[in-house]
């Protein structure tokens, strides 16, 4: 790194809390699948903001309809309407067959609201005796991290000193249909899970299983709420990963890719029954729903249907995938993934994945680690077979190192 850039870095670790660790990179601009740090060298983005850069950096169409909004309207809080609120509603559940919407800004807030909405739904419509509904999660989750939603993580590093929690919560193993068949009780209220668990090192659930789940809810009046704030709006290869199984949840959390990296964007789809629940003054955002946020959010869905980004991800996604199957190498304990959403778990003696992600660097990709032991891939949904290929001879280059 020049001095240049490691002044930033520096100015960064004064000023900053030390609540994330970056790979040694600064970056400054973005094109496509492509970017370039302050020194002018360019790298594949395989992290994608983890799919929030579903439809590539600096999209123009998303960029263009940002900036004619912000130059129109950009805030009125939701005291009084706007002219994009309803069109951002009619399409994001026409293209979803969502009956509700709840607009709302970060991922964390949208798995928020649900759980109040859900929990307001067993009071109210279930008859749940008051202050004692239920919600069933897995454990492993990533579902933010607000001190409510840490308070049913599995995971210390969410949890130590955050602590005291509130209650209402059961945590089952993921993937376990019987386990989650016997945690309900009269006062579970919602199974909220994710369709993959990405931040755990995308951990695909065994084929059936959502099948499974879907039957369980209805069995026994139960939401299902997906969290497909990740896995969702095509990052699979289907606009939502619920669609890989042909089932539909009572409630979908969208955030990330629906602004497709430009704007903090989240929304709650559901059923009449669960938002039905809310009145004025209830629950409410003072940015969500703003003009701005719908009409980036409205071309950041137009440009992934319109241009094909679902069923891309769908090709690009099965030849990545192949192509990370096919490498001989003795670092790789297992090759995972579905649609763009990839992942490289390394034996334990092959060391920090952290390392290899920093060789990768050096070769010009940029992936993230988790877990410890594993590489997650996941590159805008506009890659082509090219790019894919390329990408993957610098990963066979690397991962066929010892770098332990």
């Not at 590159?379 to 894919?388: A, C, E, F, G, H």
Request: glycine fraction near 10%.
């Amino acid at each position: 790194m020049n001095s240049s850039v490691i002044d930033l870095v520096a100015t960064e670790a004064r000023f900053g809390a030390q609540n994330y660790e970056p790979i040694g990179v600064v970056l400054s601009r973005g094109e496509g699948v492509w970017v370039w740090d302050t020194d002018g060298n360019r790298y594949l983005d395989c992290l994608s903001a983890y799919s929030a850069v579903s439809q590539g950096h600096c999209h123009p169409k998303i960029l263009a309809a940002m900036v004619e909004q912000a130059q129109r309207l950009t805030l009125t809080s939701r005291a009084f309407h706007n002219d994009q609120l309803a069109l951002f509603y009619e399409e994001i559940a026409a293209l979803t067959g969502s009956h509700k919407v709840l607009p709302m800004n970060s991922g964390a807030e949208a798995v928020e609201s649900a759980i109040k909405s859900v929990r307001k739904w067993g009071y109210e419509v279930k008859g749940v005796p008051d202050g004692q509904a239920e919600i069933i999660v897995c454990a492993n989750n990533f579902h933010g991290r607000t001190l409510g939603i840490v308070g049913f993580s599995t995971d210390p590093e969410t949890r130590t000193h955050f602590g005291p929690f509130a209650p209402g919560f059961k945590i089952i193993p993921f993937g376990d249909a019987a386990a989650l068949e016997n945690a309900i009780t009269s006062n579970t209220v919602a199974f909220l899970v994710e369709p993959i668990q990405g931040e755990a090192g995308v951990i695909i659930p065994p084929a059936g299983y959502f099948t499974e789940v879907r039957e369980l809810c209805t069995a026994n009046n139960v939401m299902l709420v997906l969290d497909e704030i990740q896995t969702g709006l095509g990052r699979t290869g289907k606009l939502l990963a619920e669609q890989h199984e042909g089932i539909e949840a009572d409630v979908t959390l969208l955030g990330k890719a629906l602004s497709g990296g430009f704007y903090p964007v989240s929304a709650v789809l559901s059923n009449n029954e669960v938002l039905g629940t809310l009145r004025p003054g209830q629950h409410g955002s003072t940015f969500g729903g703003n003009p701005l946020a719908c009409a980036v959010a409205r071309a950041a869905i137009r440009v992934l249907v319109e241009e094909g980004m679902i069923e891309n991800a769908a090709r690009q996604g099965a030849r990545f995938l192949e192509g990370l199957k096919d490498i001989r190498a003795n670092t790789i304990r297992e090759v995972r993934g579905r649609g763009l959403m990839l992942a490289v778990e390394l034996h334990p003696e092959a060391g920090r994945a952290r390392r290899y992600c920093e060789a990768l660097q050096g070769k010009g990709i940029l992936a993230k680690d988790t877990h410890e032991h594993t590489i997650r891939i996941a590159p805008p949904l506009v890659i082509t077979s090219d790019q894919v290929d390329w990408a993957l001879e610098r990963l066979a280059t690397t991962l066929t190192q010892d770098l332990s």
